[in-house]
């Protein structure tokens, strides 16, 4: 009696924590759809409308992209690497992998030029191929890489995201957020190149100065965090070789 009240209790607790996640998602969706401006035409055009690609710009647009493809592998062998390199080598991970938790580990562990420097360079250098190849194939591009990269991908969600709010608030987002999703969508809306270089630099520098002073501020937390990485290198990056295989199987299943 005591084990099956204690299976009930559980079973209780799931279906209340599952009927909590779904009101939690049906409010956002509530609220997204109260705050968002209307669809635009900017983004995305009737199908009917697209470009179909043919093979020179298809070579085109891979051409451009092969160097935000070539950044984004590395960032997944500097994620693997990440124990040995946070400890050794915290600039090669800088320059692999630039996410903000491995800036703000290495933030004390390397002189503060090299940190904005090659924090600076890894994270501005795919950009300008990223709005080259929505400047130039605009919505054609989306629906390309839509067909290779499947509807539920990341990036393509994010595009949807992006088809709310970057006509109203565009400006804004490539100065807090100029990721690959953000630099496609600024050329593809036909965003003036100095301005989205401009913003770029102007928001990649203010990302970096931020994670440097937070880095400095909790400068003990991420020392105890970086020994506890070192101490545990073999499983740490046991760890992140399943995660890095998980990120690149989801994204398989997804396209």
């Known amino acids: 009696n005591v084990l099956n009240s204690g299976a009930l209790e559980r079973k209780l607790h799931r279906a209340a924590a599952g009927r909590l996640q779904n009101a939690q998602l049906d409010l956002l969706h509530l609220i997204d759809s109260i705050c968002s401006p209307p ?3 900017l983004i995305a055009v009737p199908d009917d409308k697209l470009q179909v690609l043919d093979e020179a710009q298809r070579r085109r647009l891979w051409t451009l992209a092969a160097v935000p493809l070539a950044l984004a592998m590395a960032a997944y062998l ?3 690497l990440s124990a040995t390199l946070a400890d050794k080598a915290p600039i090669l991970l800088i ?3 630039p996410v903000d ?12 030029w090299s ?5 600076f360079i890894r994270l501005i250098v795919p950009d300008p191929f990223l709005y080259r190849v929505g400047y130039e194939f605009g919505p054609a591009a989306r629906f390309y ?5 499947g509807k539920h991908s990341k990036v393509t969600r994010a595009l949807n995201v992006l088809d709310r709010w970057f006509p109203r608030a565009g400006g804004l987002i490539v100065f807090v957020l100029p990721n690959y999703p953000v630099c496609l969508v600024s050329g593809m809306t036909r965003m003036h190149p100095t301005m989205f270089a401009a ?5 990649t520098a203010t990302r970096l100065y931020v994670i440097w002073r937070l880095g ?3 400068s003990g937390p991420a020392e105890s965090v970086l020994e506890w990485i070192t101490r545990y290198q073999l499983p740490f990056t046991a760890v992140m070789v399943i995660l890095v295989m998980f990120q690149v199987g989801s994204s398989r299943r997804k396209s």
């Open 95 to 97: 320059a692999l992998a």
């Open 145 to 149: 890489l839509e067909s290779e990269l």
């Open 199 to 203: 913003l770029n630099v102007a928001g």
């Open 101 to 112: 938790a491995f800036l703000i580990l290495t933030v004390n562990e390397v002189p503060t």
């Open 115 to 119: 940190f904005f420097v090659v924090g």
């Open 78 to 80: 500097g994620q693997i």
């Open 216 to 218: 400095r501020i909790f």
């Open 39 to 41: 669809p635009t035409t």
